[in-house]
Nanobody, 123 residues
C-alpha cells in the first residue's frame, strides 16, 4: 500500500491549494477515495469523497462550494482542489481509500491511509 498525499503548504486566507493523493503502487481498482483532515486537538473529520468512476461525490458542509474532489484513474491519483480557503481549514489533510466503506464519513471504515500533508491558512 503506497498512498502518497502531497500539495499542502502555507497560503493566505482566500487563496487556493490543490492536494494530490497518488497510489504509487497502482494497487487498487474500484475503490472510494476520501480526504479527511485533523486540526490540533481535534478529531479527524471527513472532508470529501469520490467513487471509483467519479459519479458520486460527497462533501462536508464546511467545505461544500469551496472544495472540489476529482480523480484520474489512469494515473491512480485523486485530487482535492481547495478554493476560498479559511483559517479554520488549517489542518493535516489525509487521503484514504477503501473498496466498500459503509459510511464514507467514518474514518474507521477506511483501511488504507496516506501520510498526511499540512495545510496552513494564515489570516
Amino acid at each position: 500500500v503506497q498512498l502518497q498525499a502531497s500539495g499542502g503548504g502555507l497560503v493566505q486566507a482566500g487563496g487556493s491549494l490543490r492536494l494530490s493523493c497518488a497510489d504509487s503502487g497502482r494497487t487498487f481498482s474500484n475503490y472510494v477515495t476520501s480526504w479527511f483532515r485533523q486540526a490540533p486537538g481535534m478529531e479527524r473529520e471527513f472532508v470529501a469523497g469520490i467513487s471509483w468512476k467519479g459519479g458520486t461525490k460527497k462533501y462536508s458542509d464546511s467545505v461544500k462550494g469551496r472544495f472540489t474532489i476529482s480523480r484520474d484513474n489512469a494515473d491512480y491519483t485523486a485530487y482535492l482542489q481547495m478554493n476560498s480557503l479559511k483559517v479554520e481549514d488549517t489542518a493535516v489533510y489525509y487521503c484514504a481509500v477503501d473498496d466498500q466503506p459503509m459510511s464514507w464519513a467514518q474514518a474507521r471504515e477506511y483501511q488504507y491511509w496516506g501520510q498526511g500533508t499540512l495545510v496552513t491558512v494564515s489570516s
